[in-house]
């Protein structure tokens, strides 16, 4: 089991408001660069979609759940047939999207036994819970030509040194889309 992190983020490390749906005033600034950029599996989830199940926030699963079930093509198909994890204090109901479900309680427990491969979609409450835990292996980051100056950063100031290996940085529209693996324990 791997846990693989994927996150629109700026040159200058920004994960907030990338679609704008948040409407904060730099939101917004992952679709600026056109549909090219972020349609489609840009983070070559390929078969990971099909045999590991999605993990995301109370706010990003609510996103979601209103984009993808309306959708056909191929993409979308797997994005509604992938179980789906959703950590949130506050929800009760996840019956708006198919194959989605509560965790109940210790997000690291449900995580350490989770037998799949686990993928944190956006929700950087989640990311950061799970790097405080050290139970990230794999980032896959599609970096924007955007620099913001402030909002929530991937990586918070304060946190201990992570070493990461490079596995491959390709261009995706006008954004890069790179994977980082952690160096062996």
Known sequence: MSVIVI?????????????????????????????????????????????????????????FSRLWPGRDDPFSARMNAVPKLVVSRTLTDTSAWANSRLIDGDLAGAVKSEPRDVVVTGSPGVVHALMAEDLIDEYRLLTFPTVLGSGDRLFPSGRPPVRLKCLSAEPAGAAVLSRYVRERR
């Open 7 to 63: 996150q629109f983020v700026t040159l200058d490390g920004i994960v907030s408001d990338p679609d704008g749906s948040a409407g904060t005033p730099a939101g917004g600034w992952a679709f600026r660069h056109g549909p090219e950029t972020v349609a489609g599996d840009k983070f070559r989830l390929g078969r990971v979609l099909d045999d590991g199940v999605m993990l995301l926030g109370r706010g990003t699963w609510q996103l």
